[in-house]
């Protein structure tokens, strides 16, 4: 006979009883918005792919930013398309690219957001790896030298935080050591140490014009059936110096974030990806699902496997939800 004095159903009675019993809460103060910076001026242009997000030139990535705060997001990521690409990617770390002049504006015009510098060379060289090339090999240790150089160029244009998304070896403690030798200690390093190669990845390289221009990124980004790998690239990053641990994607990775969660005292991150982004606009528009209460469950459970931050492309919409 089953005990019908077992009524879990009680804890479910109504909405306060419901929100007295919430496990898991989501909130405005979870997110970081990422942006995609250009050349030009007074140019806001949607990306295709990923409808509701734009290609900003940096007049109107200020503007983006000052909306950003207004709603109570702590924190802004910034991509940029560089005005020319070479081989080693020289323009990531010129002053006057995109990228440099929109965190030196935001700093200015909003310097209390928080602003993550994504540090990779992909959209910056002519055959879209993320490193320099010996051959059709990505070369590790010469690649480290131009992230550094990357790093200190973000930061010393104002970013707060940067998150190199390379996945070469050692290039956590490579920029930590550049940031150090150049007085820029209080700037931190969220380090993308969790990164699949990942199909998820396609309207971010659409929109980031970053796609390799042969072969993949499978030499240098995790295999995705691989999560003891993840516990020991999160244990070399934190040896290394990091200060925040990434799991990227987030929604086919919660089980991995968990564990990242329970192995580790440091905050954990995930990036909730271009392609996962995706396909809840695509189903939305197709009018198959309720799209905010699909972001707001999704976002709920990156929170519920462990994730203290969220790089999202929804955090504006989510943040007016939040809102009520
Ligand atoms: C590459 C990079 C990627 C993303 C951001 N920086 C992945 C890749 O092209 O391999 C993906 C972000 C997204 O899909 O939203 N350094
Ligand atoms: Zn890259």
Redesign the pocket.
């Known amino acids: 006979m089953i005990d019908q004095k077992l009524r879990p159903r009680r804890m479910r009675i109504s909405a306060n009883m419901r929100s007295m019993v919430r496990e898991t809460s989501l909130s405005v103060k979870d997110f970081v918005y990422?942006i995609f910076v250009v050349p030009g001026t007074n140019i806001k242009e949607e990306i295709p792919s990923m409808p509701g997000c734009y290609h900003l030139s940096v007049d109107k990535a200020v503007e983006a930013a000052q909306e950003i705060d207004s709603l109570g997001i702590p924190s802004v990521e910034v991509?940029g398309l560089p005005e020319y690409k070479d081989e080693i990617g020289s323009s990531a770390w010129d002053m006057n690219s995109p990228v440099q002049r929109a965190i030196a504006a935001i700093k200015k015009e909003v310097p209390r957001l928080m602003i993550v510098g994504?540090v990779?060379l992909?959209q910056y060289t002519s055959h879209g790896h993320?490193g320099q090339l010996c051959g059709h090999y990505v070369d590790n240790d010469a690649t480290l030298k131009l992230l550094q150089k990357v790093a200190v160029s973000q930061a010393q244009s104002g970013a707060d935080i940067i998150a190199p998304?390379?996945m070469m070896d050692g290039r956590v403690a490579a920029i930590r050591e550049a940031l150090d030798e150049n007085s820029l200690t209080n700037v931190s390093i969220m380090s993308y140490a969790v990164?699949y190669a990942s199909g998820?990845?396609g309207?971010?390289?659409d929109a980031?014009d970053?796609s390799p221009q042969f072969g993949d990124?499978r030499a240098y980004?995790m295999d995705p059936a691989n999560a003891r790998e993840a516990l020991k690239e999160v244990d070399l990053d934190i040896a290394e110096g990091a200060d925040i641990i990434m799991v990227?994607?987030a929604l086919a990775y919660l089980d991995v974030v968990r564990q990242v969660r329970d192995h580790i005292h440091h905050p954990v991150a995930v990036?909730n990806?271009?392609?996962e982004?995706a396909m809840v606009k695509a189903a939305a528009a197709k009018g198959w699902i309720d799209e905010p209460r699909i972001v707001l469950e999704t976002l709920t459970s990156m929170k519920r496997a462990g994730a203290d931050i969220i790089i999202t492309?929804h955090a504006i919409d989510a943040a007016r939800w939040l809102q009520g």
């Open positions: 990422p991509f994504d990779c992909c993320c998304s390379d990164k998820y990845y309207p971010f390289r980031a970053s990124r980004q990227k994607p990036y990806v271009s392609g982004y492309y």
